[in-house]
Nanobody
Framework: VQLQASGGGLVQSGGSLRLSCAAS????????LAWYRQAPGKQRELVAS???????IYVDSVKGRFTISRDNAKRTVDLQMNSLKPEDTAVYYC???????????WGQGTLVTVSS
């Protein structure tokens, strides 16, 4: 699976960003999709995941602010991030997990920086 993530950048506290991750060469419906993040000096953590057909899970710190969505036809997973806080600063990684084989694929990471 080849993944291409985009949408990171610098934003002020309270602002919004939308991350997107596109895949190629796969059937999207067999994958559980997720976004993880890793802040400096911290372990990578799950931010949000979405199954097929669309059950979602969010880490408590982003509930009500972030929304994960998927488009199987376009082979994309997006993360809409609103009301951003400085503690959301991290490198964000998309993750595609094959529901049948368990194999996980990672995007290259996109940096989100939230200034106070």
């Amino acid at each position: 699976v080849q993944l291409q993530a985009s949408g990171g950048g610098l934003v002020q506290s309270g602002g919004s960003l939308r991350l997107s991750c596109a895949a190629s060469g796969i059937t999207a419906s067999r994958y559980t999709l997720a976004w993880y993040r890793q802040a400096p000096g911290k372990q990578r953590e799950l931010v949000a995941s979405i199954s097929n057909p669309g059950a979602t899970i969010y880490v408590d710190s982003v509930k009500g602010r972030f929304t994960i969505s998927r488009d199987n036809a376009k082979r994309t997973v997006d993360l809409q991030m609103n009301s951003l806080k400085p503690e959301d600063t991290a490198v964000y990684y998309c993750n595609w997990k094959d529901r049948y084989t368990g194999k996980m694929s990672w995007g290259q990471g996109t940096l989100v920086t939230v200034s106070s």
